[in-house]
């Protein structure tokens, strides 16, 4: 089972790091806010809904869980979808399912109703959007990389500071009803976000040149597959999985239960929204500032690293926050919690990119989502069961803590004990040799190249656009394979 991947760049093509990779860019943080920010944004219809269904807060909390679960859950099927009609179709479909789903849900006659359009349709629409633009940020971006992830991962505090009050206004003026189907208008802005996402394309060459080559490299690429499982014999892929498993156990916890703990301290509902209001300010800052230090050239080696301490530090801003008493209290804990959430937003997805590379990201996304779809519902709902057991906040706070500073842990030792060890692998090392050499190949221009194939010396072989001397290059290679 297999299909052409539609829009992965071509042999020995470069990330532009810039031109329309802007513009993919801006699709991205689009993209990502609604993605992240709309089924938090959807909860302020929760009252109206409680009020026309007769239903109970807990059962209208279902339509964010379904939300979020799709957005995860359904990463193997993005993976598969990309892999085989490309990126901006998917998306461009998705976009219409995202908006289709609100549409839908204003006629709801029941809860129900609800759950299947809101939750299913568009969180499934919000999934094809969100998967394949991080896959086409990642064939634009190489260099500035980490710069473009933390941009784009700073699109959803800035979409939640708007949709939550926008949510609120159509509310007052045109009731639940009318807000989702003006909502539903608003997520047509995704297929214009896919419409962005342009095929990387392969450099013109002249009709002498194209003549020139030999026929063997006219042969048809081999298909790939539309879900590559090989990643999981990538032990960097296995440890990064399960860090970021155990680490979303606890990582959404404390947003979802700040409101209720201030309420609980006895603040009214204004003042205990606003620490929100706070988090959000400060993650929209540290999003980017986290990808513009993860792109500096001491860093960006030990970008896992970098993640590593993001996390153990938002783990221990849990564990100390549990312990606030006062409104002072729970606003300091907001400015590090914000600080530490938003650079472990950016960096999460420059570290996998990193760990597996361009080829397999797209099949490794879509199994990571699907591994923290499932630890995504069973985090907040225990927390939630903690509450109901012991009728305070802070062992809420304390578990959400622990799970998130065991993750740290995780992934830095398994980093340091394993992938130091693959590293001092001599077929690793002779693999790295040949992508430095293919990689200086481009860096030389593919002028040089084409120019040597045609007058060189010898028996000529290409490799991704680069010119080899079978009489020199073969036998240097033939020696390395020898000598590992």
């Given amino acids: 089972m297999g299909g ?24 991205c943080f689009v993209i990502t806010g609604f993605s992240y920010a709309f089924p938090k944004a959807v909860s302020v219809f929760f009252k109206e809904l409680i009020r026309e269904f007769g239903v109970g807060y807990s059962d209208t909390a279902w339509i964010s869980s379904i939300l979020l679960a799709m957005l995860y859950g359904a990463g193997p099927l993005c993976s598969v979808l990309v892999n085989k009609y490309g990126c901006r179709p998917v998306m461009l479909v998705g976009g219409l399912l995202a908006s289709l789903g609100m549409i839908l849900a204003s006629f709801a006659t029941s809860i129900i109703h609800i759950y299947l359009c809101t939750g299913v349709i568009t969180g499934l629409g919000l999934a094809l959007n969100f998967q394949p633009s991080l896959i086409m940020l990642n064939r634009y971006f190489s260099e500035k990389r980490p710069l473009a992830n933390g941009l784009a991962a700073a699109g959803s505090p800035v979409a939640l500071c708007c949709l939550s009050p926008l949510g609120q206004v159509l509310q007052f003026h045109y009731g639940w009803r009318g807000g989702f189907l003006i909502l539903g208008g608003l997520l047509l802005n995704c297929c214009a976000c896919g419409a962005l996402m342009r095929p990387l394309m392969p450099p013109k060459k002249s009709p002498e040149l194209e003549g020139s080559e030999p026929a063997e490299d006219k042969k048809p690429q081999p298909k790939k597959k539309v879900l590559d499982f090989s990643v999981v014999k990538d032990r960097g892929f296995i440890i990064y999985t399960l860090a970021a498993s155990i680490m979303v156990l606890g990582l959404f916890v404390p947003p979802v239960f700040m ?12 003042k205990s929204s606003l620490l929100l209001t706070i988090l959000g300010f400060v993650d929209m800052f540290a999003r980017p500032a986290a990808g513009l230090l993860a792109g500096t050239k001491w860093v960006r080696p030990r970008a896992v690293y970098l993640f590593s301490f993001a996390i153990i530090f938002n783990g221990i801003t849990d564990l100390i926050g549990s312990q606030a008493t006062d409104y002072t209290g729970l606003v300091f804990f907001c400015i590090f919690f914000g600080l530490s959430y938003g650079m472990v937003g950016a960096l999460q997805f420059e570290v996998l990119m990193a760990i597996v590379g361009t080829d397999k990201f797209s099949s490794a996304i879509g199994l990571v989502l699907l591994m923290e779809a499932i630890a995504v519902l069973v985090g907040p709902p225990g927390a939630g069961r903690l509450l109901d057991a012991t009728g305070q906040y802070m062992p809420v706070f304390l578990l959400a803590g622990c799970e998130v500073v065991l993750a740290s842990i995780v992934l830095a030792l398994g980093n340091a004990l394993f992938m130091k060890k693959k590293s001092h692998d001599p077929k690793a090392q002779l693999e790295m040799a040949v992508t430095a050499e293919e990689g200086e190949g481009l860096r030389g221009g593919e002028e ?19 010119a080899v001397n079978h009489t020199g290059g073969e036998q240097e290679l033939e020696a390395a394979q020898g000598h590992t």
């Avoid at 409101?259 to 204004?270: C, I, R």
């Avoid at 120019?451 to 060189?456: E, H, K, N, P």
């Fill in 4 to 27: 052409a991947v539609v829009d992965d760049a071509p042999p020995g093509v470069k990330a532009p790091d810039g031109g329309w990779g802007w513009a993919v860019l801006s699709g």
């Fill in 259 to 270: 409101v209720s703990y201030a309420k609980a301290l006895g603040y009214e509902d204004t």
């Fill in 448 to 466: 040089n190249d084409d120019v040597t194939a045609v007058q060189g010396n010898g028996p000529i072989r290409r490799d991704n656009g680069n």
